[in-house]
């Protein structure tokens, strides 16, 4: 069979990506989603350590450069993650995969980033949140994506300290000192983040097979998953409850700690419940932890904030 030349040309054609997708791409690189739990479990710490409102320009100058370095370690992440992106369906439509990016262009971008958001800090905040947030921005990258993530099934449990800074940027940025307030906020999200992200990895665990991750659902049975969860669950709410007494908070703060802290819970113990029974995801229904932990992550950081008002 002949091949006309124009034939052949449109065989051949590699769709470009536009102008516009390519702006797309880049925001895409540093994962918009992560940065605002990331920025909600900033702002509202700013004030609780405030005792009330924070200055506003404090806090916009906060944001931003929390937004940098949360996109700088994202951007970097997609670099190093690349190859594994491309066998997962969660995260086969990243920039990368796609090609929408060139992985060059990324590095570059996630690293003027970081860059950016230490200076930025560092002259508009203080330089103890600036070194903060390139602490956290360098334990991501090769702490967990680099070190951590292909190594071991307590990856996430470790390299997920990184995203547990946010509390610590927030009071200094107001204080310019540590103190045992946002620590215990910081083991708050520590704790919080496996329950958090098994749920998810037991949704997409034959990708993290697929890509050789030993994510703890794709290596361990379903009740062991579920084991773990209720386990750590119950740190995450005992700690919250610790914040009390030690932020010396009114009566809202504990309360909401606890009433959410039951529903998490019940929540945690349901799906081991059901992880005990089957390894069938459609009964399991592990995403529906997964959105009741941004939930309850979400309503107890807004009550720090609040509690200030009220207490």
Known sequence: MTVTPHAADEHTRIERPSRRD???????????????LLLLTTVPVMFLAQK???????????LVGGSLSAGSANALNCVVDADIDQKMRRTS???????????????????????????????????LSSALALAANVFYVVGYTMILKRRTTQNIVWGGAAGCFPPLIGWTAVTNELAWTPFLLFLVVFFWTPPHFWALAMRYRED??????????????????????????????????????VADTGWFFPSMAILLGIVFLLEAYDLRARARETEELSIIKPMRLFHFSNAYLALLFVAAAVDPFIG
């Open 208 to 245: 993290y097979a697929a890509a050789d991750v030993p994510m703890l659902p794709s290596v361990a049975p379903s009740a062991e998953v579920g084991r773990q969860i209720v386990r750590y669950t119950w740190a995450t709410v005992l700690t919250s409850v610790l914040v009390w007494p």
């Open 52 to 62: 009330g409102v924070p200055d506003l320009w404090l806090v916009v100058a906060t």
């Open 93 to 127: 439509r990243r920039p990368l995969p796609r090609h929408h990016v060139s992985t060059q262009d990324a590095l570059v971008f996630g690293l003027v980033l970081g860059v950016l958001s230490t200076a930025w800090l560092g002259l508009t905040v203080n330089w």
């Open 22 to 36: 390519v702006v797309l791409a880049y925001v895409a690189l540093t994962k918009p989603r992560i940065i605002e």
